[in-house]
């Protein structure tokens, strides 16, 4: 009888074979592979979507509650696989893992390129003033830390002041190495004028990348206090690891400094070239919003390669854990939420 009750409830969970094109759904995992590079590149795509920025809130319910019927076997007639992953995709890209609270749009990664975009042609302006240079080193460092916090491990609590610290350690950080190397450019009497003005346009690189890391590291220091949790191969609990708290930070820095290097390096060598053509010396107006065009295609290549160097659910063996957490399950290894 239990057999038969079993067989009954996974036939209605199963979708539908209208989408062939669709592999066979299964629930809080990825659609493509996450063993290499490209099935992750694949998979966040679908995570930085910014389409799904326009999902109604209708929508997401339908989404949340046709996930919700897979769950416990209710599953409509006739839903297919690709109905489902696009659920999965809209519940994911909108909906915090941990805490299934909706993230506030220009925080969520699928809003990070069109949000963060802005701030990146500001970062590249010529002729930047103290002023200037401060402002949008602080505006980007606000923008990273918001979007860091949004997209934490959240298995733990974190107290409000965390995050105050890791904000402005970042702030003052990025700010200090940023104004501190156009000090340097300006004082360089070997550069030119022109010289002077390319190099200008490389500072905002060292200066974000090492404060990237700032920020990852001080806004989820709460992590490597009290551990983050690993789960077996089932998704039950097996404990609460400061090993793979260390890990997930240093996975996450290592993106931080991959991101910024396309997004500030290859936007003021191309504008090297294109301002040097007829048309844009002939038109200078064109400049920023050419500018604006080339940062907007740097970083909607960046982010996707960036954060696909590694799972989002990570792996790691019990063998290198605590000895607790090794005793706590047989499985020979365990995943952890290595946060965005």
């Known amino acids: 009888m239990a057999d038969t009750t079993t067989t009954a409830s996974a036939a209605a969970a199963s979708p539908a074979n209208a989408s062939t094109d669709a592999p066979p759904f299964q629930l809080g995992k ?26 109604t809130e209708r929508r997401l319910r339908e989404a949340v509650q046709l996930l919700e019927d897979y769950k416990h076997g209710t599953l409509r007639p006739g839903v297919t696989n690709e109905q489902l992953w696009g659920a999965q995709k809209i519940k994911q890209a909108i909906l915090h893992p941990d805490t299934n609270e909706k ?28 002023a200037s240079t401060v402002f949008w080193q602080w505006l980007n460092q606000s923008h990273n830390a918001c979007v860091n916090y949004a997209n934490r491990n959240a298995t733990k609590p974190s107290p409000a002041s965390k995050f105050i610290q890791g904000y402005l350690g970042a702030v003052i950080s990025a700010v200090s190495i940023a104004v501190g190397l156009n000090v340097l450019v300006q004082k360089a009497n070997k550069f030119t004028p022109a010289t002077r003005l390319l190099v200008q346009r490389f500072v905002p690189f060292p200066a974000v990348a090492s404060a990237n890391i700032c920020n990852v590291v001080l806004m989820r220091y709460g992590e490597l206090e009290e551990g983050i949790d690993v789960l077996d191969a089932d998704g039950n609990l097996v404990g609460s690891s400061k090993i793979a708290a260390r890990h997930a930070l240093l996975e996450t820095a290592l993106t931080r400094v991959v991101l910024p290097m396309p997004i500030l390096v290859l936007p003021p060598i191309v504008m090297s070239m294109l301002e040097k053509t007829a048309l844009l010396q002939a038109r200078p107006r064109l400049l920023l919003p050419v500018q604006s065009l080339v940062c907007l295609a740097a970083f909607g290549l960046a982010l996707p390669l960036a954060i696909s160097l590694f799972p989002q659910m990570s792996e790691i063996e019990t063998s290198q854990l605590e000895p607790e957490i090794a005793r706590a399950t047989s499985s020979r290894t365990v995943v952890y939420n290595k946060g965005l």
């Open 30 to 55: 990825p659609r493509f592979q996450q063993t290499s590079f490209y099935g992750r590149l694949r998979h966040f795509l679908d995570i930085i979507d910014p389409r799904t920025l326009f999902v």
């Open 103 to 130: 993230i506030f749009m220009p925080f969520r990664m699928s809003g990070y390129i069109p949000f963060g975009t802005p701030i990146v042609v500001g970062l590249l302006l010529p002729n930047q003033t103290l």
